[in-house]
């Protein structure tokens, strides 16, 4: 059974496809951070931000950088892999 959180983070959809999904109920808005781009997440229900970027593979690293209603940065965090910590102390791991 698929849970909520193994949805969150990325998730490889084939085809060179992957979705990010975060829950950030209480910033203004969130970007996924790539090698190559920066892609502006778009907000949903209850606090989910989302967006699938072309041309990112498994093991590929990405950030979600978080911002603030006056416009600071509210956190930047790397993400080792194309799946983040899918549990708190777990590994990295592309699927």
Not at 15 to 31: E, K, L, M, S
Not at 67 to 89: C, I, K, Q, T
């Amino acid at each position: 059974m698929t849970t909520l959180v193994d949805r969150l983070g990325a998730r490889w959809l084939g085809d060179g496809r992957t979705v990010f999904t975060v829950w950030a109920p209480n910033v203004a808005h969130v970007d996924v951070v790539l090698a190559s781009d920066v892609l502006a997440m778009e907000p949903g229900a209850r606090g989910y931000h989302r967006v699938v970027a072309d041309d990112v593979r498994p093991g590929d690293t990405y950030w979600f950088r978080l911002h603030r209603e006056d416009g600071s940065e509210a956190a930047l965090r790397p993400v080792r892999g194309l799946r983040a910590e899918p549990r708190p102390g777990g590994q990295s791991d592309a699927r």
